[in-house]
């Protein structure tokens, strides 16, 4: 399934794209989702879903597959699989920056392959999610961008000079330790993210129709462990 997305957001390109490729501050923009751990270029992490009542809970890796700074292009890849269940979802993403009087739009074009409960929506109600999700990561990352350009100019000059000059030491340079080691994850400090958005809502199902689909999810539940005691009696 192929969907298509713009958002703007109000910096350059050029301000933009370290942003894109920052994955553990793109992370926190995304609604429900948390990174956990680093290894290599792979960072593992989960992403939290709302299915009316029903919370959903998928555990995955994302990676940044290429990217190319003239064009202002980068392609990532994303996948996981459900924590209580068979569900998965796997996603290429492919973002292009183009910049026009200090403002940029991003161009999202993802090739998404789902399977469980989100698929039961269709293509239709997927790109309504889709672009609620992508309107509430677009003002997330607009938020983190310029919070960062303002914190950025704010410092002044004397603390980048202090920052960036060693202390002298009398002593000279250690060795460096070329002994090979074993790498593990590299654990994530955990940044406060976006809520979690409910697939339902997104799609554009009334609270009515979602209370109507929790009864009966309900009812065949139960009707589910009827049949299955009587078989047992």
């Known amino acids: 399934m192929k969907l298509e997305n713009t958002f703007q957001i109000p910096v350059p390109a050029d301000d933009a794209w370290p942003v894109l490729l920052d994955l553990e501050r793109l992370a926190p923009c995304v609604p429900g989702a948390t990174l956990t751990s ?3 270029d792979d960072f593992h992490g989960k992403i939290k879903v709302k299915l009316g009542p029903v919370g959903l809970t998928y555990n995955g890796v994302i990676k940044i597959l290429s990217q190319d700074a003239d064009s202002k292009v980068a392609v990532l890849e994303g996948g996981g699989r459900e924590t209580r269940g068979n569900g998965t ?9 183009v910049e026009s009087g200090g403002i940029t739009d ?3 074009d993802t090739d998404l392959a789902i399977t469980g409960k989100p698929a039961q929506f269709g293509r239709g109600a997927l790109a309504d999610v889709a672009g609620t999700l992508i309107g509430t990561f677009a003002d997330n990352l607009a938020a983190e961008i310029t919070s960062s350009a303002n914190g950025a100019a704010a410092a ?5 000079t202090n920052a960036a000059t060693p202390a002298a030491t009398g002593s000279a340079p250690a060795e460096p330790d070329t002994a090979p080691r074993a ?3 590299t654990p ?3 940044r406060a993210g976006a809520e979690p958005i409910d697939l339902m809502a997104a799609a554009g199902l009334s609270a009515n129709r979602q209370l109507v689909l929790a009864l009966g999810a309900a009812v065949l539940v139960i009707l589910f462990l ?3 005691n009587r078989r047992t009696e």
């Open 38 to 40: 680093r290894d290599g």
């Open 89 to 97: 979802a796997k996603a290429v993403i492919t973002c292009r920056l």
């Open 106 to 108: 991003v161009f999202v």
């Open 156 to 160: 002044s000059p004397a603390e980048t």
């Open 183 to 185: 790498t593990a994850p």
């Open 188 to 190: 994530i400090a955990a």
């Open 226 to 228: 009827l049949t299955r």
